[in-house]
């Protein structure tokens, strides 16, 4: 009696034990780095080079470099600007495509050292560095493969200058968040007096693979962007959005006609949608200037918050993040557009996401794994908790009692991304007289899904359906918001 007793309980134990084990992750699966990332959301890219001064786009290489010389550089005030805006991260341009260093570098003359900013004494990249740390957001460096001004630039010769730029960056600045490498590739420049047209190889020229082994090796925490990754993708445009079903995994393939994928040669058709079961995680970095260009230029106006708001549900919101361009003027300060407009989005963005209208919703899940995997840590706040379905349970619904009526225009769905996106295809719908109404059809979720209505709806009673996975569900976080005005 008593040996059948126990192992009727040692069944039972087991059962319950073998439901509670964490699902299988799937499919390619994001880094420490890479989730650090994502948790950052949006940063800033800062360009700010002689060719401010030029008023260009693109410096030539050939600005003395006593053109260099911001009447009133105020490190704080551009930090506090972006911090203002909900920025988490700053990525400063240390080098552009003109060749000018702003920190001290020993690789060339062509650098901070020989403007009058600080009597020479100065070096930016740490006073951005240092500001941006006093005030909470994370660092990050793009140096330009190309250099329009280095006489070396086209030669065998140039890589080692490149590299050890890297490294000085790499040494000097602390801990990196990211490494930007955009994939411009040579073209016509001053190139130390010469003022041709030099053109490379970009499949071999800068030898990526050992090139980003010092990125690696110096700083691994700093996420490699560029337009096939290693870390982060470019997402194929400079809009600001990503595609509305959009994948956190890639793999980068060759061009028509080409053998290697490599930056400045990406498969870019597929990069703002990803590719479902792609090789590697490498979810999209939506890059856009705050206004028109890159560097500031004193006709154009900064987005308006409802612009910027727009691209954060575009980038943010479909599992991307959002890198925005922030263009000091020649004072070496954010015109007060720019920081009125990235306040005001700011606002907009903590003020509409505070609030949960289901905070305290009742959940009935069609599935559950078991109690470590409660489907109320949809409603923790912390994106480490989740709920998740039994291995054999690839479809799901949930119906959220509300329990009085909310009126809401954005819901929020965010997949436990440590085990992968696992997630193809949901459908939301709301209970409206007396019946279920589908509002919304979706398919990827990732990181984060924000969608939004385009008119508010009101109801107590909302269900999400998930009705394709090649695996057992996941979600980690759920929310409804209505946009304040
Ligand atoms: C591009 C560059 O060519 C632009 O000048 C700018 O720096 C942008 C962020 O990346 O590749």
């Known amino acids: 009696m008593i040996m059948r007793l126990l192992f009727i309980l040692s069944i039972f134990f087991s059962i319950n034990s073998f439901a509670q084990k964490p699902p299988q992750p799937y499919g390619a699966l994001p880094s420490k780095r890479q989730l650090a990332w994502h948790d950052i959301e949006i940063y ?62 020993k690789t060339t003359d062509y650098n901070i050292s020989k403007s009058p900013f600080r009597n020479g004494k100065g070096d930016l990249v740490k006073e951005i560095e240092q500001t941006a740390r006093k005030n909470g957001l994370k660092f990050g460096v793009y140096c330009s493969p190309w250099d329009r001004n280095n006489p070396k630039y086209g030669t065998s010769e140039y890589l080692a200058t490149y590299q050890a730029q890297l490294k000085e960056l790499y040494s000097n600045y602390c801990e990196l968040f990211m490494s930007w490498h955009d994939g411009a590739n040579g ?38 962007f560029s337009d096939i990754g290693l870390d982060i993708r470019w997402v194929g445009n400079e ?27 990406a498969n870019y058709p597929q990069s703002p949608e990803g590719i479902r079961n792609g090789k590697f995680w490498m979810p999209a970095e939506c890059d856009v200037p705050l206004r028109n260009g890159w560097f500031y230029h004193p006709t154009e106006k900064p987005k308006t918050p409802e612009m910027l708001f727009d691209l954060y549900l575009k980038s943010v919101g ?13 004072r070496g300060q954010l015109h007060e557009d720019d920081v009125a407009s990235l306040k005001a989005f700011g606002d907009l963005v903590k003020h509409t996401f505070a609030n949960n209208l289901a905070q305290d919703a009742h959940i009935v899940p069609t599935n559950t794994r078991g109690k470590n995997y409660n489907i109320v840590t949809l409603l923790d706040n912390n994106k480490d908790s989740y709920w998740a379905t039994m291995d054999q349970v690839h479809e799901a619904s949930l119906e959220v009692d509300l329990k009085s009526a909310k009126t809401f225009d954005i819901i ?41 209505l385009d008119t508010p709806v009101t109801t107590s009673k909302i269900r999400i359906n998930i009705t394709k996975s090649p695996v057992c569900i996941t979600l980690s976080e759920f929310g409804i918001h209505k946009k304040t005005e």
């Open 239 to 265: 809009n600001g959005n990503a595609a509305e079903t959009s994948w956190e995994t890639f793999t980068p393939l060759p061009p028509e006609g080409k053998n290697v994928a490599v930056p400045g040669q």
């Open 44 to 105: 800033g890219l800062i360009h700010f080079t002689p060719t401010t001064f030029e008023n260009k786009e693109w410096g030539f290489g050939d600005a003395d470099p006593k053109s260099f010389n911001p009447t009133d550089f105020n490190a704080d005030q551009i930090i506090k600007a972006a911090k203002a805006g909900g920025l988490k991260g700053i990525i400063l341009v240390a080098k552009h495509h003109d060749g000018f260093a702003l920190w001290p570098t």
């Open 412 to 452: 929020s769905l965010q997949e436990y991304i440590p085990l992968g996106q696992r997630i193809e295809a949901y459908n939301v719908e709301i209970f409206e007289k007396n019946k279920w109404k589908k509002i919304y059809d979706g398919t990827s979720i990732g990181a984060k899904r924000l969608i939004k």
């Open 187 to 224: 073209g016509d420049g001053y190139y130390g007096g010469a003022r041709e047209v030099r053109s490379i190889d970009n499949t071999t020229y800068y030898d990526w693979d050992n090139t980003w082994a010092i990125t690696r090796k110096m700083q691994p925490m700093a996420n490699i």
């Open 318 to 330: 479909r599992g991307a993040g959002l890198d925005l361009g922030l263009a000091p003027d020649t």
